[in-house]
């Protein structure tokens, strides 16, 4: 026990620098007076080696190493991670840390993980998680009541603006309600811009949100796993609404892209709206040179509709310890040195993102529009509003959603496509 909250203690002060990074490699550059132990962690990530999140994680990876001399071999996955990490364990691959979206980590992978919550130094680190992000991964139907994976970079979503287009637009205020919405879509359009975008991947926050604006979360989830398309009314009015979008030409003309061609359109100034979550505004300045003054608001309510401003989607990317890792200690104590202190801070602001260690106070200002909503939420979606939650319909369900958006069916056809879903 003394040991572990003596490596914790040490985890949470460790102080550097940050370096680069390449695509795959061990960090044995770093300067160190400790001897090398022979110790080398496996580490895949769901990031590109250019990515900002890359670079900080590599940075760790590097004291880490010149603290220790404890290797960290890191493999940029990319996001492929999701389809990837279960073959590979199920195949034996060494892996000893690796990552994920955290519903994902605990409902897919779980079986894979060392349950971190019969380790010694959980009782002081659950003091450093964000209680929303804590009590969903803690609860019944994720981890029933254990934790398997480090939450970081939380997330909350929303609709992304530039705020230069709307003010070229003369709009003042942002939409609370559908019909606010439209209007708001007409100003934008009769400006000279497309007043929303959208990639392929993502179609089913547009589709979730709508729904579960009319219905809310569980009825969304009970629609999806039991198949009531045809019997629930609002499902097929959602995809109504969506699709008048489309054909009013609200949604660019390209819009489903393929990632990330459709959410770079708001950094070549061609589109102004973007739903997602709180990490687009850095992926889209990243990826497009731009400098956007970014606004926010939540997705609007819909007439007759259950849910409105304080329901939004929240959540994290998170980090698990392989449960045959040889060494446990030793990449619990990594993954502590990427969640709390120093390199969360460094996380937060590098990437744009929320810090995960709530003494990490400070928002980005890129994402500050989205804090007085999310300090409000009082109802907690899952990603997708839960459409992504059962796997096997997932590929059927975003395939007929992009031919909805591209008018390649309409509304009945969806229904009728998504009710054989058996």
């Given at each position: 026990?003394?040991?572990?909250?003596?490596?914790?203690?040490?985890?949470?002060?460790?102080?550097?620098?940050?370096?680069?990074?390449?695509?795959?490699?061990?960090?044995?550059?770093?300067?160190?007076?400790?001897?090398?132990?022979?110790?080398?962690?496996?580490?895949?990530?769901?990031?590109?080696?250019?990515?900002?999140?890359?670079?900080?994680?590599?940075?760790?990876?590097?004291?880490?190493?010149?603290?220790?001399?404890?290797?960290?071999?890191?493999?940029?996955?990319?996001?492929?991670?999701?389809?990837?990490?279960?073959?590979?364990?199920?195949?034996?691959?060494?892996?000893?840390?690796?990552?994920?979206?955290?519903?994902?980590?605990?409902?897919?992978?779980?079986?894979?993980?060392?349950?971190?919550?019969?380790?010694?130094?959980?009782?002081?680190?659950?003091?450093?998680?964000?209680?929303?992000?804590?009590?969903?991964?803690?609860?019944?139907?994720?981890?029933?009541?254990?934790?398997?994976?480090?939450?970081?970079?939380?997330?909350?979503?929303?609709?992304?603006?530039?705020?230069?287009?709307?003010?070229?637009?003369?709009?003042?205020?942002?939409?609370?309600?559908?019909?606010?919405?439209?209007?708001?879509?007409?100003?934008?359009?009769?400006?000279?811009?497309?007043?929303?975008?959208?990639?392929?991947?993502?179609?089913?926050?547009?589709?979730?949100?709508?729904?579960?604006?009319?219905?809310?979360?569980?009825?969304?989830?009970?629609?999806?796993?039991?198949?009531?398309?045809?019997?629930?009314?609002?499902?097929?009015?959602?995809?109504?609404?969506?699709?008048?979008?489309?054909?009013?030409?609200?949604?660019?003309?390209?819009?489903?892209?393929?990632?990330?061609?459709?959410?770079?359109?708001?950094?070549?100034?061609?589109?102004?709206?973007?739903?997602?979550?709180?990490?687009?505004?850095?992926?889209?300045?990243?990826?497009?040179?731009?400098?956007?003054?970014?606004g926010f608001f939540p997705w609007p309510s819909v007439p007759g509709g259950v849910d409105g401003a304080e329901a939004a989607m929240v959540g994290a990317?998170?980090?698990?310890?392989?449960?045959?890792?040889?060494?446990?200690?030793?990449?619990?104590?990594?993954?502590?040195?990427?969640?709390?202190?120093?390199?969360?801070?460094?996380?937060?602001?590098?990437?744009?993102?929320?810090?995960?260690?709530?003494?990490?106070?400070?928002?980005?200002?890129?994402?500050?529009?989205?804090?007085?909503?999310?300090?409000?939420m009082t109802k907690k979606y899952d990603w997708a509003v839960g459409l992504e939650i059962n796997p096997s319909y997932t590929a059927i369900l975003n395939?007929?959603?992009?031919?909805?958006?591209?008018?390649?069916?309409?509304?009945?056809?969806?229904?009728?496509?998504?009710?054989?879903?058996?």
């Open positions: 026990m003394k040991r572990s909250l003596v490596a914790l203690v040490c985890v949470l002060a460790m102080v550097a620098m940050i370096t680069g990074c390449s695509k795959k490699e061990e960090n044995a550059t770093a300067t160190s007076n400790v001897p090398d132990t022979g110790i080398t962690l496996t580490y895949w990530s769901m990031w590109n080696s250019t990515e900002n999140q890359a670079k900080v994680i590599q940075a760790a990876a590097d004291e880490y190493y010149a603290e220790t001399g404890i290797k960290v071999n890191i493999e940029w996955k990319g996001r492929d991670m999701k389809t990837l990490i279960g073959v590979a364990m199920d195949a034996g691959e060494n892996i000893d840390i690796f990552e994920d979206d955290y519903m994902r980590m605990i409902q897919n992978n779980q079986k894979y993980l060392l349950n971190l919550s019969e380790q010694p130094f959980y009782a002081e680190y659950s003091s450093h998680v964000m209680p929303i992000i804590l009590q969903t991964a803690l609860s019944e139907g994720w981890g029933n009541g254990s934790l398997w994976c480090f939450p970081y970079q939380p997330y909350t979503t929303g609709v992304w603006y530039n705020k230069a287009l709307f003010e070229k637009a003369g709009i003042t205020s942002v939409p609370q309600t559908w019909d606010e919405f439209l209007a708001v879509c007409q100003k934008l359009r009769d400006s000279g811009v497309n007043p929303l975008t959208c990639n392929s991947d993502t179609v089913t926050l547009l589709y979730g949100y709508q729904l579960a604006r009319y219905i809310g979360q569980d009825a969304v989830t009970d629609c999806l796993n039991n198949v009531k398309w045809a019997e629930i009314p609002e499902a097929k009015k959602a995809a109504e609404d969506l699709y008048g979008l489309f054909k009013a030409g609200y949604f660019s003309p390209y819009a489903p892209a393929n990632y990330p061609d459709g959410q770079n359109e708001i950094g070549f100034d061609e589109s102004c709206m973007i739903l997602n979550a709180s990490w687009i505004p850095n992926e889209i300045n990243q990826g497009t040179g731009a400098s956007i003054d970014w990317q998170s980090i698990g310890i392989s449960a045959k890792t040889k060494y446990p200690q030793e990449a619990i104590n990594f993954a502590l040195k990427l969640v709390t202190g120093k390199y969360d801070l460094q996380m937060a602001q590098q990437t744009i993102t929320i810090p995960a260690d709530v003494n990490n106070t400070d928002w980005p200002a890129a994402i500050s529009g989205a804090r007085p909503y999310f300090d409000k395939e007929n959603l992009v031919k909805l958006f591209k008018m390649e069916i309409d509304p009945d056809q969806f229904i009728t496509a998504l009710s054989q879903m058996r």
